[in-house]
C-alpha cells in the first residue's frame, strides 16, 4: 500500500510540472518582475524545492535571477526537522528588496519531499496573490477568467476507498467460517478496508448563472482491492457547483454530485455487488492562471445509501488453497458499506464571455 501511495504522489508532482508547463501558456500579466529565490538547510531538499518554485514562477511568466541586486522581490525559505511535531517544516516568504519589507510569510509541515514538492504551485499561487496590485495588473481587475460560460477541465484524481465491515451472516460479527456456524472448525476475523484507487477526471462545466454551474464529466478509477482483482471503475457523474465569487484571485466552488459506477474487470471481480449509485459533496478552489483559465484543487466524499447502496465482496477465503480445501467459504459474499474520499489537483480552460447585465 505504501508503495501505491510513493507511486500516486510521483504521478501527481510529475502533472503538476505539466499543468505549470500549461499555465506559462496563458500567465498573468506579471510586469516582467524579477525574482531571486534563497534557500537553507539540507542540500538536497534546498535544491529541490528551489528548482520547483523556479518552475513555477516561469510558467507563471516571473522573470527568475541568481543575481539578488537585480530582483524586485525575492522568495526565501528553510527547511528544517521540527523535533515537537516530528516533521520537516517549510518556512516561505516573500521579501520586497527595496526596503527588506516581509510581504507574506506561511509555514508548512512535511513528511517527506514529494508531500511538500506536491504543494509547491500552490505555495507560489498564495505568495504571489499577496502582491500589491499596481505590480500585477492595471489597477482594473480582469474577471473574465471566472464568468465564462464553458470549462473543458482535467485532473488527476487520488481517490481512497472506505469499505467498513458490516456483521451480516458473519460468526459472531467479525469473521468468515468454516463448518456450521454455531461449531465452526475455522474462522478468520475481518476488518474495515482501505484502498488508495489513483485515476483521472474529464468535464465540460456550464456556468448558465453566475452563481451556479452544472459539470456532467467522468472519472476513471485503478482499484486492486486484493492481489490478482484489479478493475477500472468508471463513473459517469453529475455535479452542481456554487461558485463563491467574493475574491479576485480565486473562487471557491462547493458542490453536490451524483456518479454511476461502470466497473470493467482487468483480471478478476472481487466485487459481487457494487452500489449502483454514489453520492456526495465536495469543494473546489480555482486559482487564477491566466485571462480564461484557472488551476483547481479539488475534494469531495461520496458514499451509497438504502437500496442503491449494497455493496459485497467475495469471499477469497472460499476459493480452494493450493491443493487444500478452502480455508472459510461461509458466507460466500461479505457486506460493507461503501463510501471514497477523493483528492484531485487539474487546470480548466474557460471559453465565451458571459455577458453581465448593463453590458
Known amino acids: ?40 538547510g539540507s542540500n538536497e531538499l534546498v535544491e529541490g524545492f528551489k528548482y520547483a518554485l523556479k518552475i513555477e514562477a516561469t510558467a507563471a511568466g516571473y522573470d527568475v535571477t541568481d543575481n539578488m541586486t537585480e530582483a524586485k522581490y525575492i522568495i526565501k525559505f528553510t527547511v528544517a526537522f521540527d523535533q515537537v511535531q516530528q516533521k520537516s517544516k517549510f518556512n516561505v516568504s516573500l521579501v520586497k528588496v527595496a526596503d527588506s519589507s516581509e510581504v507574506v510569510a506561511m509555514e508548512y509541515l512535511f513528511t517527506d519531499e514529494e508531500e511538500m514538492l506536491l504543494y509547491s504551485q500552490l505555495v507560489f499561487f498564495m505568495l504571489m496573490a499577496n502582491l500589491p496590485e499596481d505590480e500585477t495588473g492595471s489597477g482594473i481587475v480582469d474577471n473574465t477568467w471566472r464568468d465564462k460560460w464553458l470549462y473543458a477541465r482535467v485532473s488527476v484524481d487520488y481517490s481512497v476507498m472506505l469499505l467498513a465491515l458490516k456483521s451480516d451472516d458473519l ?11 454455531t461449531a465452526p472448525t475455522a474462522v478468520i476475523p475481518l476488518d474495515n478496508k482501505v484502498f488508495p484507487t489513483p485515476g483521472l477526471s474529464l468535464g465540460l462545466e456550464v456556468q448558465f448563472l453566475n452563481f451556479i454551474s452544472v459539470e456532467p464529466g467522468v472519472q476513471v478509477l485503478y482499484e486492486k482491492v486484493i492481489d490478482g482483482y484489479s478493475t477500472l471503475n468508471m463513473l459517469p457523474s453529475m455535479k452542481i457547483k456554487f ?14 454530485m451524483a456518479a454511476y459506477p461502470m466497473r470493467f474487470s482487468l483480471e478478476k471481480e472481487i466485487f459481487d455487488k457494487f452500489p449502483m449509485l454514489l453520492f456526495g459533496a465536495g469543494m473546489q478552489v480555482a486559482v487564477k492562471t491566466g485571462k480564461n483559465d484557472a488551476l483547481f484543487f479539488e475534494a469531495d466524499y461520496m458514499m451509497s445509501f438504502g437500496d442503491f447502496g449494497d455493496t459485497y465482496l ?30 484531485k489537483i487539474g487546470y480548466k480552460f474557460g471559453f465565451f464571455d458571459r455577458k453581465k447585465k448593463g453590458s
Not at 10 to 32: R, T, V
Not at 171 to 179: I, Q, S
Not at 243 to 256: I, M, R, S, T
Open 243 to 256: 461558485p463563491l465569487k467574493f475574491f479576485d484571485g480565486f473562487v471557491p466552488a462547493p458542490y453536490l
Open 171 to 181: 460468526f459472531l460479527g467479525t469473521g468468515v467460517y468454516n463448518g456450521p456456524p
Open 314 to 343: 467475495n469471499n477469497q477465503f472460499a476459493q480452494p488453497y493450493g491443493n487444500n480445501p478452502p480455508l472459510a467459504p461461509n458466507p460466500g459474499t461479505i457486506k460493507y458499506n461503501y463510501s471514497a474520499a477523493c483528492f
Open 1 to 40: 500500500m505504501n508503495k501505491m501511495r510513493k507511486m500516486a504522489k510521483k504521478a501527481l508532482c510529475a502533472l503538476i510540472i505539466l499543468f505549470s508547463s500549461i499555465s506559462g501558456l496563458y500567465a498573468a500579466n506579471s510586469k516582467g518582475i524579477k525574482l531571486n529565490i534563497q534557500g537553507t
